[in-house]
């Protein structure tokens, strides 16, 4: 059979890597004629570092207020009270520096600033709705005016998304928000502002990237272009990450990883889905507070081990994008994630086995787990994987 699909390219009109974060976000500026600049920032790298001053003094007047305060995960809370402040401002375009919290976030107040939402449950507004052919998509809402700007300090690669994910605080469930309109105008990837990222976050969303790279390839609707970025991406992110282990000064490898870390979000870009990991993840993420980096050294082995009885084949695929031929994925996975002194089971952050039917029954509503290359009927196999990770 002819194969189908579909990529979607996206809004984004630039891709920088290699130049400091300062000098190219003053000159994307320049070009997009914006004068009112909101920075939506990391309150470690402003408080205790002097990277933010750098962008300030680059900016000048031009920079119009200053947001640091975003927590992990998004809460919706921060959300409001992040657009209430660009509204102050007046903002014409949005510069984040951080991990993907405060990128996911600055996507989100885009469309709070169009749609003037103001309050937590206004933000029910721009929920994901279902289309004819029951996918979601895109709410009915004004599309964003105000555009970004993104430079990533971590690998999770969300600033190369159309999806924002926001937590609900009230019900303790994470959300995904898409709109064609909010992926960020340009991205910078500049190596030497993640040299002040906490190694344990840096590492782990590493594992993150390499997670999306794995479950894209693994899929059941992988597809060519799909494969040929994601295959690549973890080439790079499983040889640079113990590089930049062994030397936190490795510039290179950290640019390796940045680079392994855009090319892992192929297959989110030709549409082809995630797994368990991703969904199982975002329960745990959610409901117990714990780092997606972390979730995904501690749930991808767990789920490549399960999923192997029907993809095999396919995770032949990632042992030889990891330089091993033959070996078993969910091993050299595993053993990645071990040299890098990440978490590595459920127990070792605090997650027990009373907890898994709420797990389990909570992962079956994420969008992933359905779409799990080995099918999961119900919350009896999820918690099989569980059991795994445990």
Same mark, same amino acid.
């Given at each position: 059979m002819t194969k189908r699909g579909r990529v979607i390219f996206g809004r984004m009109e630039e891709v920088s890597f290699g130049t400091a974060a300062?000098?190219?976000?003053?000159?994307?500026?320049a070009q997009a004629n914006a004068t009112r600049v909101f920075l939506m920032v990391s309150g470690t790298l402003n408080r205790k570092t002097d990277e933010i001053e750098h962008v300030r003094s680059a900016l000048g007047d031009r920079c119009a207020g200053i947001f640091d305060r975003m927590p992990a995960h998004t809460p919706r809370s921060a959300v409001v009270e992040a657009s209430e402040e660009a509204r102050t401002a007046q903002a014409d375009l949005i510069v984040t520096i951080g991990g993907t919290s405060i990128t996911d976030g600055a996507k989100a107040v885009q469309l709070c600033l169009a749609n003037d939402i103001r309050t937590v449950g206004g933000m029910d507004a721009l929920r994901s709705?279902?289309?004819?052919? *029951?996918?979601?998509? +895109?709410? *009915?809402?004004?599309? +964003?005016?105000?555009?970004q700007i993104s430079v990533p300090t971590t690998l999770s690669a969300g600033e190369f998304s159309a999806t924002a994910a926001v937590t609900d605080e009230r019900h303790r469930v994470k959300e995904l928000i898409r709109h064609p309109d909010i992926i960020p105008r340009s991205v910078i990837l500049d190596p030497a502002i993640t040299i002040h990222t906490p190694e344990?976050?840096?590492?782990?969303t590493g594992i993150r990237a390499v997670d999306h790279c794995v479950e894209g390839i693994c899929s059941n609707e992988s597809n060519p272009f799909a494969d040929a970025a994601a295959l690549r991406g973890l080439t790079l992110l499983a040889n640079a990450l113990p590089r930049v282990k062994a030397n936190p000064a490795d510039l290179d490898a950290r640019m390796d990883c940045q680079i392994g870390a855009w090319l892992s979000m192929g297959p989110l870009a030709a549409e082809v889905p995630m797994g368990a990991s991703h969904g199982i993840g975002y329960v745990l993420g959610s409901a117990f507070n714990i780092p997606h980096g972390h979730t995904s050294c501690?749930?991808?082995?767990?789920?490549?081990?399960?999923?192997?009885?029907?993809?095999a084949e396919r995770q032949a695929l990632v042992a030889t994008a990891m330089g091993r031929p033959g070996g078993d994925a969910a091993a050299l996975l595993d053993s990645l994630i071990a040299g890098l002194g990440m978490p590595r089971s459920l127990s070792e952050v605090e997650i027990k086995p009373e907890h898994f039917k709420q797990i389990a029954e909570s992962a079956m509503h994420t969008p992933w787990v359905p779409r799990n290359p080995r099918k999961i009927e119900g919350p009896r196999q999820v918690r099989e994987i569980l059991d795994l990770a445990a």
């Open positions: 300062s000098d190219t976000i003053a000159e994307q500026v709705v279902k289309s004819l052919d *029951r996918l979601l998509g +895109p709410p *009915r809402c004004k599309p +964003p005016s105000v555009r344990w976050l840096f590492l782990s501690i749930l991808l082995p767990a789920v490549m081990r399960w999923n192997k009885p029907a993809n």
